[in-house]
């Protein structure tokens, strides 16, 4: 695609964040972890942005239940790799986007290997078991992680700056939704919402436009429409940061 017609797709952006900005997404490198219903959401919005490279990370497969949330994915592809079918989707919506499939699931032992080289990482996960792995790995490594989670009709987001934010340990300590075991009960739409904020940081972030959600978690009641905003704060004897970040 030429330099014109580029310009042209993203001109109702390029109004907004400018020329630079669109030049600061074109070369930024993201890793979204889960393509679950937050996951293909805010991949979908990134590609459609015009990220340079996106890295997505999966080991599931696709299930009927998964459809009315994660909209990337449809009847037919029941039963397939979800990396394989939302690699193959991004490419058809954006093909100027290098996308980075990881069809396994991140571990302690190759979290810091797959996330090395981005420049901000997007929690998409729906259980807090594997988000202790990406929360080590992203303080020791010191990646902006936008995070976001939903259960039924309330979702939450925050971006932590790894030595100058609470990590994810600190925050669930303060506040979070219930964990899941077995499934996620949730709204659709709800997750849509969560979905696109966290996109929005991502944007944020890369561009240095605007105020990111830094010190602060971001409270989403769906039933009522309530938006609640917490401060929160960094606790030294934090054992992941005093850890990872000691030495630096």
């Not at 925050?158 to 303060?174: A, D, M, N, R």
């Not at 659709?188 to 959600?213: D, F």
Request: charged residues 25%.
């Amino acid at each position: 695609m030429g330099t014109i017609q580029l310009i042209d797709r993203y001109s109702r952006q390029i109004a907004v964040i400018g020329k630079e900005g669109q030049e600061k997404l074109s070369k930024a490198r993201v890793a979204v972890v889960g393509l679950g219903g937050l996951g293909t959401l805010v991949s979908m919005y990134l590609v459609g942005a015009g990220v340079g490279e996106l890295v997505v990370i999966d080991y599931d497969t696709i299930s009927l239940t998964d459809l009315h949330r994660q909209l990337l994915y449809r009847e037919e592809d029941v039963g397939k790799p979800k990396v394989e079918v939302a690699v193959r989707r991004l490419r058809d919506l954006n093909s100027t986007v290098k996308i980075r499939p990881v069809s396994e699931a991140l571990t302690s032992e190759n979290a810091e290997d797959v996330l090395k080289d981005v420049d901000v990482v997007v929690d998409a996960l729906d259980n807090w078991f594997s988000r202790q792995v990406l929360n080590e790995a992203v303080v020791k490594l010191r990646k902006p992680l936008v995070h976001g989670a939903v259960n039924g009709w309330y979702g939450q987001v925050s971006t932590i700056i790894p030595g100058k934010t609470p990590c994810l340990y600190e925050l669930v300590q303060v506040r979070s939704l219930p964990q899941c075991v077995g499934y996620c009960p949730v709204v659709g739409p709800v997750v849509g919402v969560v979905a696109s904020i966290e996109a929005t940081e991502v944007i944020k972030l890369i561009t240095g436009i605007g105020e990111p959600l830094i010190n602060k978690l971001l409270i989403i009641d769906g039933k009522n429409w309530v938006v609640d905003e917490i401060k929160l704060s960094r606790v030294e004897s934090c054992p992941v940061c005093s850890r990872y970040l000691k030495e630096k």
